[in-house]
């Protein structure tokens, strides 16, 4: 009788070692089911957009072959309903003041490119350079920070107007918000109507480090 006992008071310590396991896995299973359905939602909620950084050789050699010194001024990538091109870039030159030179590769890959001359009177079109030491931050992670605001996410997932993401130099930025503000090239991120009709909200994002530096809506 007494081995009976000890029998089913084993059988029952076993059933319970197995109860904890089956717990501890079932815990687990639900943690990570948790996890990546975070992420899907994030992935939902944050547009697949091409790497400037993956991107940038070909449109630096492309303008380069305008003049040897070209430089980058500003880059945009279309986020709404896509247009033709999946960058749009413009490049100055020293040599060429009053010019501009276009480079958009499309997304089938092909290269376009197109020269833009100012009147004199205007002055000069150049602007400050963007090389690429100067920013580490590259155009996916940049919208991946930005989905961190819940205004910008809620306009990333639903809205269906125009949204841009623009690399462009700090010498504009600091002439809107001030000198004070950082020398590192800046991108920004546009919405034409969200989350207001009739509004336009900028959000602005150090490029090295990866700060938003500010939001306007105007």
């Known amino acids: 009788m007494k081995n009976t006992s000890k029998g089913i008071a084993k059988k029952d310590k076993e059933n319970q070692q197995v109860r904890v396991v089956v717990l501890i896995f079932f815990g687990l299973f639900v943690i990570v089911a948790g996890l990546l359905s975070a992420s899907d939602l994030f992935e939902k909620r944050t547009p697949i957009i091409p790497s400037l950084s993956n991107n940038w050789d070909l449109l630096e050699t492309s303008a380069r072959k305008w003049q040897s010194d070209a430089y980058l001024t500003s880059v945009t990538i279309d986020l709404g ?113 969200c989350p207001e009709d009739g509004k336009t909200t900028d959000y602005y994002l150090n490029a090295k480090t990866g700060e938003i530096v500010d939001r306007d809506t105007k």
């Open 81 to 193: 309903k896509k247009d033709v091109y999946k960058f749009s870039a413009e490049f100055h030159s020293k040599n060429l003041p009053n010019s501009m030179f276009f480079v958009g590769i499309t997304y089938l890959g092909e290269v376009n490119t197109m020269p833009y001359d100012f009147p004199p009177s205007q002055g000069s079109a150049a602007s400050e350079p963007i090389f690429r030491k100067d920013w580490v931050i590259d155009s996916q992670e940049a919208l991946k920070i930005f989905a961190k605001d819940e205004i910008a996410a809620s306009c990333l997932e639903s809205f269906n107007g125009l949204i841009e993401l623009e690399l462009t130099s700090s010498s504009t930025f600091r002439m809107f918000f001030g000198e004070n503000h950082t020398t590192a090239p800046i991108w920004v991120l546009t919405f034409w109507g």
